[in-house]
């Protein structure tokens, strides 16, 4: 019997669980990145890092989006430029 084309297809496993804040996704796609860079990963390897990268990135700025939106209904829908520190000079 033929196996179906979602069989086929199926990915290698990429855990879907996502990180409890932005500081840990962003430290785990650092990671990820630093082992792909490295060439310690065999191409399956890299394809399921790939994927859970892409994973990590979409959450990271979905959280930042809505940190965003945040910041707009704070500061009255008007974002405005941050001040350099005077210590910055």
């Known amino acids: 019997m033929a196996k179906t084309a979602k069989s086929q297809d199926a990915a290698p496993e990429v855990p879907q669980d996502l990180p409890e804040t932005y500081e840990a996704a962003l430290a785990e796609l650092e ?14 390897e890299s394809l399921g890092a790939y994927r859970r990268g892409a994973v990590l990135v979409k959450y990271c700025q979905g959280l930042l989006e809505k940190v965003e939106q945040q910041v707009k209904v704070l500061e009255g829908e008007t974002l405005k430029p941050l001040e350099p520190a005077r210590d910055e000079f």
């Open 31 to 44: 990671k990820l990145v630093g082992r792909m860079e490295g060439g310690e990963l065999g191409l399956e």
